[in-house]
């Protein structure tokens, strides 16, 4: 499914969406306590600093708070060639009868029907390997069908499990280690088949959950498999020219039945995370429950289900901080980023946070 909306009152650029971040503000590793991030509180006019602990005095009882329940896999695979050379992958999603769909890092393509051998967790002998069966879904795509196995013949996700890394994003240098095993993922993660975490999500704890359960702040769940492209930039200045990654997602009946009620009872629905916008839209303007999603939204987009928004910073000339601008506003958005940068906010998947207001 393709959703576009283009239409704002100014023709908006790539370059709109550039601005200058020191480096020094990239996230490198999680607060030592989950909900101890920053949120910078941008629903009025002037930026108001909190703490994530303090997000629930901006909630009211009929409230829904909707979070996206995905679970990130250890997605990350290392090994070689019949020849020697190193390779990387990276696991998309695993299609059924031990096929999964990964990019491939390698200084040279391997030929089709080619088997890799990829190493094993200390102390394990799988012979783990992947054969390579082509691109996929089509010749043009960047991903690779292969066919992912071992001795024992376990699924992929038993064997991402065992012998995977945690997929950081590019922007974090150190290699993954058991710290980001538990913080690179939500309290609640559910559905294994992100390669990316829902990042605005990971700032909730138990405890916070409590107090908002506590309120009569209601809660539901969608699911959107976080794909690698989350994390490209958008290269066209002309938006409209942009090819968005296609990523999979479900709204439950469940959800479904939540968010009428909530809308009857006059309360607000707060989405946790521009995947789960992503979500929530796709199904308002599909009206497909589940299904692929490439919608790309830009200023001028009509939202037609979300009222607030939690989520992280975003980066640089990237398709999320289109999104936001669309659903706060351009000016505001951009203002709100100065505020951070000047108020030395955290950046990007560890960082801190920002509670947003749609503009109408």
Known sequence: MSTTSIGATRAFTLSDFDFVLPETLIA?????ERSGSRLLDGTQNTP???TFRDLPTQLRSGDLLVFNDT???KARLFGEKPTGGKLELL????LGGNQVAAHMRVSKKP??????ALVGAPGTHDNLSAT???RWPDADSPLFRFVLSNDAGDDPHTLMERHGHVPLPPYITHTDSAEDAARYQTVFAKNPGAVAAPTAALHFDEALLQRIDAMGVQRASVTLHVGAGTFQPVKTENLAEHQMHSEWYEVPAATQQAIAECRARGGRIVAVGTTTVRTLESWAQSGQASGDTRIFITPGFQFQLIDMLVTNFHLPKSSLMMLVSAFAGYEHIMALYRHAIAQQYRFFSYGDAMLLARQV
């Open 132 to 134: 390579l069966l082509g």
């Open 71 to 73: 679970k990130v896999v």
């Open 91 to 94: 696991i998309e999603r695993v």
């Open 28 to 32: 490198q590793h999680p607060a030592p």
């Open 111 to 116: 030929e089709v029907g080619t088997t890799l």
């Open 48 to 50: 108001v600093d909190r």
